[in-house]
């Protein structure tokens, strides 16, 4: 089944290439030409799953989204108190080129602006190799695939970067730089030219979501601490003289690139990757602004609502053969069940549904077996859940239904925007809708009996049809609406029950609260097991709909024991057998680890 935000990316893929305004960026002879109908979008959630559409494996260069990544390098070799001797944390408020140094000092501002990154470089270790190898060996380990650098680009970059020089030689007059600045600004530029996709940027960006982690391959790429430190200064920075329009409306840590890249971070959660070349006065992608203001409206991630890890909320997943309901079938139906029971299944889910931990679930569902008829998701240990989970939730449920396929919830107290999914108070509830479902699609009529005889009831198979019929001449016939209790925890026993057609619950009351224990249908009895517990009534019994029953009373049995009580023997031996069948299985159901 294709997933929601597959279905969501493509209609805001759409929607966006009407927008057509911006230019390619100038500045830099090789780019200038760019295609401005080349657009995508590329979402990596923190376990390496990507989302992606249109032009997505399509190469650009990096430009100024390389700084963030360079700035956790310096930072890793250097540590944090070396490096902010060298460049300040504070926004500039000046476009990304701006000739600005802390007057005295000569700091730049902060490492997002090129006056900081330039600096940057010059701190990145190059006593082992190369500095640029360890830059394009960082970048790549971020990615998670060996990246490349196009020499036309940074030969472009070398021949108009005018202003970088000035910059870093006017770090170096500061000390900034404390050698030649030559060789630093050779490999800015050609860390500015390093190529990528979108898919490779938003992979890149999920590593600094996952706290410097590569979420693919699981190295460590930077520390926990750079990742902070750079996250922090892509928020306040990282869009430059934009950063405070961004920062309210987005929401995001994010850096944008003259090379029509954009990137944004949901710390614990999620990569954010845009491409499209067309640029506006700040340098930013015009697609990738309106893209990541709708993306992060829809799906709830401005870091003042969504920041909680994305953690997979998925605590269990289980076909329903695991935990069968309480309710009696016939045998056949139990057999069929065994089989077919794996097409339904639940997944039990737990914590806060936000856009991660809902991404995650629906994943998974998306990706299930096309054999899969039934999905319960069981809602009753999750505490909250946003309007983008419940907006998820439901496109899931449409999904599913327009492959024939049925997903149901079960919620102790129904939430209101999820109420056109049919939903259950408890799970075996929703266990007994799936097995009867699957019994009606899968079976015979007579193995879900919506009558039956006296003489055809299981109970009494071991009896001959004499005792059956002189058993039967004794009961009392009644037809009783729905709703009606029939019996209390604590009466004394009133005889067995024969249910011909309809159902009755069986519930107990467990720490102050109703609990539905059975649903017991055409073709079974209740009532013999009050013989134990001192002849008393253990549970509540009540009709669910018109029932038809029997009752073969107390008193009728009596007067059976005193006439005819070798019968009575024979039909205690086979009610007793019976009743050690249900207890037997009762006892297995409640050891099994899920319930």
Known sequence: MRSPIDSYLADLYTDLLAL??????????????ADTSKFAIALATVDGHIYHVGDAELPFSIQSISKPFSYALALD?????????????????DAFNE????????????AMINAGAIATISLVNDEESSRFERILEHFSAAAGRQLQYSE??????MRTGHRNRALAHLLRSFNIIEKDPTPVLEDYFRACAVMVSTNDLAMMAATLANGGTQPRTGEQVMSKEAVQRTLSVMTTCGMYDDAGSWIAAVGLPAKSGVGGGLIAVLPGQIGLAIYSPALDPHGSSVRGLAASERISADMGLHFVRAARLGRSVIREHYDITQVPSRTRHTEGAVKLLAEVGIRAHIVELGGDLLFAGTESMVREISELEGTIELVILDLRRVDE?????VRMINQLADGLAAEGRTLALVQEHVFEPLASIQAFPNRNEAVEWAEFTLLARHGSPELVPTEVAIRDFAALTPLESTDIARLEALM?????????ILRTPGQEFGGVYFILSGKVVTSTVQAGRLVRHATLSAGMTFGEMALGGEGEQTTRV????????????????NRL???APEVALRFWKAVARDAYTRVEANIKDSENPLH
């Open 561 to 563: 024991e005193a006439e």
């Open 99 to 110: 000739i600005s140094l802390a007057r005295g000092t000569g700091r730049p501002a902060n």
């Open 385 to 389: 859940i946003d309007q983008i989970a």
């Open 20 to 33: 057509t305004s911006g230019t390619p960026y100038q500045g830099i002879p090789a780019m200038a030409d």
């Open 77 to 93: 070799d250097n540590g944090q108190d070396a490096v902010d001797e060298k460049i300040d944390v504070e926004p500039s408020g």
């Open 476 to 484: 009392e016939e009644s037809r009783i609406e729905d709703g009606r």
């Open 152 to 157: 036309a680009i940074f030969a472009s970059e």
């Open 542 to 557: 009540t009709v669910e709909g018109r029932l038809h029953l029997k009752k073969l009373s107390a008193a009728a049995i």
